[in-house]
């Protein structure tokens, strides 16, 4: 991996709800973090070697500390079980430096937010710096039950202080799912859309949202979908610009998984085509998508494409790597 890494420590661990962890990084010295903007996720590498991807979830202005909010997954591999079954407070760990494939639009005049689960947690620093800067905005938060919802509390007193804002859908108790396509098609043709949770929930978003100026509409996946499809049907072969090697990339293989096997050092991190890491320029041919991260506009432009998943359309790719 080649992102540049910052050492931070663990200063604070806080449950927010059942299931779910605040994680609190500082600088040992207590100077500043980077900067980063509302939407931003970061890599941690964990001690045990695995590396995962996470929302920031803090208000942007706070340069003295990065918060995360982690959901313990069921299904963990390593990422979420190790961070709750280990006490890591006081503990030192890298971290990457923030990116953003899911920035705000500061400037909208209404900002609609719809979270499902740990979804939210982007939408938490979004909602902080859209107070920061008093612009109008919604949220539809569809959580499994109340004790399960991230930010409660918070999200309560905001509704408290100006309602109308916050909607809580609880699947339990309420007896249905948050109807995303209701929320969508309510929402006035001007305002931006941002909607974050299991794949389900963006399927449904992103027909809901279609006939809407694409520039409106944002989306990310927190895990990939489990029918994802990585690389492509048929083989091709694979060039590298800065020394012209070849690599057959066999059907239905990753990119990345073929330059790591032959000793080659690419950039990357989830391997999911979720975080943006592993995005290269393509210079030759044309490259069939199978990511989360680049827009409609992005993917027609065949100028990136994210090697831990996505494969080729055309019989000979050429990357700048």
């Known amino acids: 991996m080649t992102d540049s890494l910052l050492d931070v420590v663990v200063h604070a661990v806080t449950p927010i709800a059942e299931g779910v962890r605040s994680f609190d990084l500082r600088r040992a010295d207590g100077g500043e973090l980077p900067p980063f903007t509302a939407g931003s996720h970061i890599d941690v590498h964990l001690p045990n070697g695995l590396v995962r991807c996470y929302s920031l979830v803090n208000a942007p202005s706070e340069r003295n500390r990065y918060v995360l909010g982690v959901s313990l997954d069921r299904n963990s591999s390593g990422g979420s079980a190790y961070m709750f079954e280990n006490d890591l407070t006081g503990q030192t760990i890298k971290i990457g430096s923030p990116r ?80 995303t396509v209701k929320v969508v098609k309510e929402v006035p043709a001007g305002a931006h859309l941002y909607c974050c949770g299991p794949a389900p929930m963006l399927d449904i978003f992103k027909t809901a949202a279609e006939g809407r100026a694409p520039e409106t509409v944002h989306l990310e996946y927190f895990s990939a979908p489990d029918d994802a499809v990585i690389g492509s049907e048929e083989s091709f072969t694979l060039v590298l610009k800065s020394s012209g090697k070849e690599f057959e990339i066999p059907a239905g293989e990753s990119i990345l998984g073929v330059l790591l096997d032959n000793g080659i050092s690419a950039p990357y991190s989830c391997g999911e085509g979720e975080c943006a890491s592993c995005l290269v320029e393509v210079l030759e041919g044309t490259p069939d998508h199978r990511d989360y991260v680049l827009g409609e506009k992005e993917r027609a432009e065949n100028k990136l494409m994210a090697i831990c998943v996505s494969g080729s359309k055309t019989k000979r790719l050429v990357i700048n790597l």
Do not use: C
Request: charged share 30%; aromatic share 10%.
């Open 100 to 179: 953003n494939n899911f920035a705000l639009v500061e400037d909208a005049d209404l900002v609609v937010l719809i979270g499902g689960g740990i979804g939210v947690t982007p939408l938490h620093s979004m909602i902080l710096r859209l107070e920061e800067l008093g612009k109008d905005w919604q949220l539809y938060y569809g959580v499994r039950d109340r004790a399960s919802a991230a930010f409660r509390e918070e999200f309560e007193a905001l509704e408290a202080a100006r309602p109308g804002r916050v909607h809580f859908n609880f699947d339990l108790e309420d007896g249905h799912m948050l109807d």
